[in-house]
């Protein structure tokens, strides 16, 4: 699909994570990261598995650092600096991150994202680990960090409280050059920014050409939902069953004059491999009625239609789904004639 940086495990963490990140690396052409703490073990394994890319990380928050990894902060820039050095030592990429960084002390972010430039680190990333940032607070902090560094810098947000996509749209108005994502928006607790999410805003409302072929997004979300069993709730946004569906009587006649009139434009089902679909329920209308039962064959007058459409709200209050047999079964029971077939 184009996907430019695939971070594809823990290689320290497992004999099976570590073949998994190898055989990723083998495999593809995009570039691929393990991921490793500040350890020396952790960086080992991650520079053994083949990753052409080691991103470390290491707790900057006070919380953090006392709490988790009962450490001080100097002891944090320490290994830090070690840990990039390390794998720059190693001929390979380095990322680094400093973990929590939107609960951190600004002064001490700052200080050590100086001190890891200086030990030329090529991308620092910017964690909102635990989803608190806000769209203007996150994208000042990411503009800090891009003044204080020569280093390319990357985004990675939560969803906690919605803000996700947001924030790292937001990292790219203020200097990020990249974006840690996740297909469907699956990771810890309410999840990451969604791949398909941050793509489609970032190519149709901000118009950047991304190099990613959106057309598989949906075969992509099917696939990632299947193999985590995490199902994609119905209105998640580009790629939920019901992102290109209508029902309303005045979306569902708008959309067929022009799709414009009740979609973004800008995005397309056609765009991610997707279709659109009239549903059927207690807000659908006559156009819509008529669309269904006119490509099931009949030829229905206006009170036919008015008719059928009655049925169609009644079952549809009742919390029942109207499906295009239901439709043609009404039609057959209010009498609708079929249109007769033309054979030459």
Same mark, same amino acid.
């Given at each position: 699909?184009?996907?430019?940086?695939?971070?594809?495990?823990?290689?320290?963490?497992?004999?099976?994570?570590?073949?998994?990140?190898?055989?990723?690396?083998?495999?593809? @052409?995009?570039?691929?990261?393990?991921?490793?703490?500040?350890?020396?073990?952790?960086?080992?394994?991650?520079? @053994?598995?083949?990753?052409?890319?080691?991103?470390?990380?290491?707790?900057?928050?006070?919380?953090?650092?006392?709490?988790?990894?009962?450490?001080?902060?100097?002891?944090?820039?320490?290994?830090?600096? @070690?840990?990039?050095?390390?794998?720059?030592?190693?001929?390979?990429?380095?990322?680094?991150?400093?973990?929590?960084?939107?609960?951190?002390?600004?002064?001490?972010?700052?200080?050590?994202?100086?001190?890891?430039?200086?030990?030329?680190?090529?991308?620092?990333?910017?964690?909102?680990?635990?989803?608190?940032?806000? #769209?203007?607070?996150?994208?000042?902090?990411?503009?800090?960090?891009?003044?204080?560094t020569d280093?390319?810098?990357?985004?990675?947000?939560?969803?906690?409280?919605?803000?996700?996509?947001?924030?790292?749209?937001?990292?790219?108005?203020?200097?990020?050059?990249?974006?840690?994502?996740?297909?469907?928006?699956?990771?810890?607790?309410?999840?990451?920014?969604?791949?398909?999410?941050?793509?489609?805003?970032?190519?149709?409302?901000?118009?950047?050409?991304?190099?990613?072929?959106?057309?598989?997004?949906?075969?992509?979300?099917?696939?990632?939902?299947?193999?985590?069993?995490?199902?994609? #709730?119905?209105?998640?946004?580009?790629?939920?069953?019901?992102?290109?569906?209508?029902?309303?009587?005045?979306?569902?006649?708008?959309v067929?004059?022009?799709?414009?009139?009740?979609?973004?434009?800008?995005?397309?089902?056609?765009m991610?491999?997707?279709?659109?679909?009239?549903?059927?329920g207690?807000?659908?209308?006559t156009?819509?009625?008529?669309?269904?039962?006119?490509?099931?064959?009949?030829?229905?007058? @206006?009170?036919e239609?008015?008719?059928?459409?009655?049925?169609?709200?009644?079952?549809?209050?009742?919390?029942?789904?109207?499906?295009?047999?239901?439709?043609?079964?009404?039609?057959?029971?209010?009498?609708?004639?079929?249109r007769?077939?033309?054979?030459?």
């Open positions: 699909m184009g996907t430019h940086v695939i971070e594809a495990g823990f290689p320290v963490n497992s004999e099976a994570e570590f073949e998994a990140v190898s055989d990723i690396a083998a495999a593809t @052409d995009a570039t691929v990261c393990g991921l490793a703490r500040v350890v020396d073990k952790d960086v080992e394994a991650a520079i @053994d598995s083949g990753a052409e890319m080691v991103h470390v990380f290491v707790s900057t928050s006070d919380v953090q650092l006392e709490d988790s990894m009962h450490a001080t902060r100097e002891d944090a820039v320490e290994r830090a600096v @070690d840990s990039v050095r390390r794998v720059k030592e190693a001929g390979v990429e380095c990322m680094f991150s400093p973990m929590d960084a939107t609960r951190t002390d600004p002064e001490f972010l700052m200080e050590i994202v100086e001190a890891v430039s200086a030990a030329d680190v090529d991308w620092i990333n910017i964690p909102d680990t635990c989803g608190v940032g806000t #769209p203007t607070a996150f994208g000042k902090t990411v503009e800090a960090v891009v003044e204080a280093a390319r810098v990357d985004v990675h947000t939560h969803d906690d409280f919605g803000l996700a996509t947001a924030n790292a749209l937001a990292g790219f108005e203020n200097g990020a050059h990249q974006a840690q994502v996740s297909v469907n928006g699956i990771g810890e607790r309410a999840g990451n920014a969604a791949y398909e999410e941050v793509v489609m805003a970032a190519e149709s409302v901000y118009g950047v050409d991304t190099g990613i072929d959106t057309t598989k997004i949906i075969d992509l979300s099917r696939i990632v939902e299947d193999a985590s069993d995490i199902p994609v #709730p119905a209105n998640k946004p580009v790629v939920g069953r019901n992102a290109f569906s209508h029902e309303s009587g005045i979306h569902a006649a708008g067929m004059e022009n799709a414009d009139t009740f979609e973004p434009g800008v995005m397309t089902p056609e991610v491999g997707a279709e659109r679909e009239f549903v059927l207690k807000h659908t209308g156009h819509a009625v008529r669309k269904h039962l006119t490509e099931a064959g009949f030829a229905p007058t @206006d009170a239609v008015r008719a059928v459409t009655k049925r169609v709200k009644k079952q549809g209050a009742n919390k029942r789904r109207v499906t295009a047999g239901d439709v043609e079964r009404f039609a057959e029971e209010e009498g609708i004639e079929r007769e077939e033309v054979t030459v």
